[in-house]
C-alpha cells in the first residue's frame, strides 16, 4: 500500500480494507438524528441519543456485522452509496475526503493512535443515552457537540 494512499485514491475505487481504515470510529453517525421538514428547509440536528445497539464504551456498533437485520434504519455508508454522506457529520473521514478536506489530524491513520480521535474529543465515547434510560423527548435532547470538529 503506498504512503497516504487515502490523498490519491476516490472513496469510489477504495478496496474494502482500505474503506474500512477510512472511518474515524467517531460514532457519530451512531446518534439519533432529527431533521425539519424540507419545506421548513431539511436541517438536520443531532441528539446525544445513541442507536440501541450502540455500545458506548467501545464507541462502536455492539453487532456490526448483523446490524442492518437487527437496525432496518441504519444508514449503510458504502462505495456505491456516498449519498448517505448527507446524513455524516462534518467531522466523518468518508464526508471530508469527497469534500478534498483530507483527513484530521486526529485521524489513525495520521497521528498513528487509533484512540486520538476520542482523546482529541472528536468521539461520542462516554457522551451519550439511551432512549430506554431518558424521560424527555428527543428535541430535548439536540445537542452542537456532534457537528463541532476541533482540530
Ligand atoms: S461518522 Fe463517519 S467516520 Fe465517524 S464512525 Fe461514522 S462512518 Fe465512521
Ligand atoms: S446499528 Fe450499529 S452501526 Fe447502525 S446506527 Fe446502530 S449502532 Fe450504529
Not at 482500505?18 to 431539511?42: A, N, S, T, V, Y
Not at 441519543?49 to 456485522?65: E, I, M, N, R, T
Not at 493512535?113 to 432512549?131: L, W, Y
Request: glycine share 6%; net charge negative; charged share 30%.
Amino acid at each position: 500500500m503506498l504512503d497516504k494512499w487515502w490523498e490519491i485514491t476516490p472513496l469510489q475505487e477504495m478496496t474494502q480494507d482500505e474503506w474500512e481504515k477510512i472511518c474515524d470510529r467517531c460514532g457519530k453517525c451512531c446518534l439519533i438524528k432529527l431533521q425539519d421538514e424540507e419545506e421548513d428547509g431539511g436541517e438536520v440536528y443531532y441528539t446525544d441519543v445513541a442507536c440501541h445497539l450502540f455500545d458506548g464504551d467501545a464507541c462502536q456498533c455492539a453487532d456490526y456485522k448483523n446490524r442492518q437485520l437487527r437496525v432496518p434504519d441504519c444508514v449503510q455508508l458504502e462505495p456505491g452509496n456516498l449519498e448517505a454522506l448527507s446524513w455524516m457529520p462534518p467531522s466523518c473521514s468518508y464526508r471530508r475526503l469527497q469534500q478534498g478536506l483530507g483527513l484530521a489530524s486526529w485521524h489513525h491513520l495520521v497521528s498513528g493512535d487509533i484512540n486520538s480521535v476520542h482523546s482529541t474529543g472528536n468521539s461520542a465515547i462516554g457522551r451519550v443515552v439511551f432512549e430506554r434510560d431518558i424521560d424527555e423527548d428527543l428535541e430535548d435532547r439536540i445537542v452542537e457537540w456532534p457537528i463541532i470538529v476541533k482540530n
